[in-house]
């Protein structure tokens, strides 16, 4: 245990009501910070207002990117229970770290930056809103903050965790979506950025998402950079493919995320007896099972949706209607169970879930 300093708000502001939640829009009272220098390491972790901080015009991060974040969720149980959890801390929080040594980012201790995130979501805790769908969303970050033009490692970060009240992560609500396979546009090669939660990441994947959206997609389905052959993950998402009863997903091979929920998934349906296997599957064996009659569902499983089953895929002009463009049964109890989890409502047989504080 660190001593952590805690400066509150001198004006708390009004929690909004659960059903007025949308996505990332609204913030807590406080947020948790942290600073790196070389000569001392990670030192002065705090809890402070939510607010605005200054920034050096030419801070390293601003020109070149030095950056990384995650984002994991807290949980208000059942109206009786009132219990205040997390899903999955430690998993998110060490995956973090990973995006830090990919990004050559200082690591942090782990342990340091659990216990200020749990003393910041005691403070805040009258943020976690308690209706079926909504939660609090868990946003860490570094960024570098060096005043230097020249190209080379920031000697200086500073490290944030900042709180969010959400509630669903798609308008539509747990209904099928419809994906464009990408076959202009690249985001990421093997061995480069693509298991890393940086910035820049993100960045590579938005003129593809803008071409889709005007094209009436929610989505952008990303194949391998090379040979525009090897499905990868959507862009905001890891993708699932059920086929002959198997479920099927793309491996960790350098150029997509260790999804928490993908690791949730493949643990789950084991568990419930189910194939699974992780393989390179390209989008043509994709099609042909579906002109077979043998593609079943395919899905994708990320932090912010959960799961989020795909009705329809358009790849080349091509467009494949998935389970008749309606919610699969797999999907549909991989979502019932996880969310169960995390709710409080199904017991948690894998130890997944830390209770953080009480209501």
């Known amino acids: ?45 705090r809890i402070v207002p939510c607010e605005e901080f200054a920034m050096h015009p030419s801070a390293m991060v601003l020109h070149y990117g030095q950056a990384i974040f995650d984002g994991l969720k807290a949980f208000q149980t059942s109206a009786e229970d009132k219990d205040i959890v997390l899903f999955r801390p ?21 342990a340091v930056v659990k216990q200020g995130l749990f003393e910041l979501i005691e403070l805040d805790k009258r943020w976690v809103p308690g209706k079926l769908g909504t939660s609090l969303y868990i946003r860490p970050f570094v960024v570098a903050t060096d005043p230097y033009l020249g190209v080379k490692v920031s000697d200086t970060f500073k490290m944030f965790i900042i709180l969010s009240p959400v509630g669903a992560y798609y308008a539509k609500g747990f209904n099928p979506v419809n994906i464009k396979v990408e076959d202009k546009y690249i985001r990421t090669v093997r061995d480069c950025l693509g298991e890393a939660k940086t910035p820049a990441n993100y960045a590579a994947s938005l003129k593809a998402q803008i071409v889709a959206k005007e094209e009436g997609f929610d989505q952008v389905l990303w194949l391998d950079a090379v040979e525009r052959k090897y499905v990868e993950e959507v862009g905001t998402m890891n993708i699932l493919f059920k086929i002959k009863g198997e479920v099927i997903t793309p491996p960790l091979a350098g150029s997509i995320l260790d999804g928490i929920t993908r690791r949730t998934v ?21 099609f042909a099972a579906h002109d077979a009659g043998e593609l079943e569902e395919i899905f994708g499983s990320g932090t912010a949706a959960v799961i989020s089953p795909v009705g329809e895929l358009s790849w080349k002009g091509r467009k494949i209607v998935i389970n008749n463009n309606e919610t699969g049964e797999l999907a549909q109890k991989l979502f019932d169970h996880v969310t169960g989890i995390q709710y409080g409502t199904v017991p948690d047989k894998f130890g997944w879930v830390e209770k953080v504080a009480k209501l």
Do not use: C
Not at 20 to 32: A, I, N
Not at 90 to 110: G, K, Q
């Open 266 to 286: 493949i643990q789950l349906v084991k568990d419930w007896g189910v194939p699974v296997t992780e393989r390179p599957i390209a989008i043509d064996e994709v």
């Open 1 to 45: 245990m660190v001593d952590i300093a805690i400066r509150r708000v001198a004006e708390p502001k009004v929690v909004p009501a659960a059903d007025e939640l949308s996505f990332g829009k609204l913030f807590t009272d406080h947020m948790f910070v942290m600073d790196y220098q070389t000569e001392k390491g990670w030192y002065d972790p």
């Open 90 to 110: 430690n998993d998110y929080l060490n995956r973090f770290n990973r995006s830090a040594r990919i990004m050559s980012i200082p690591e942090m201790d782990v």
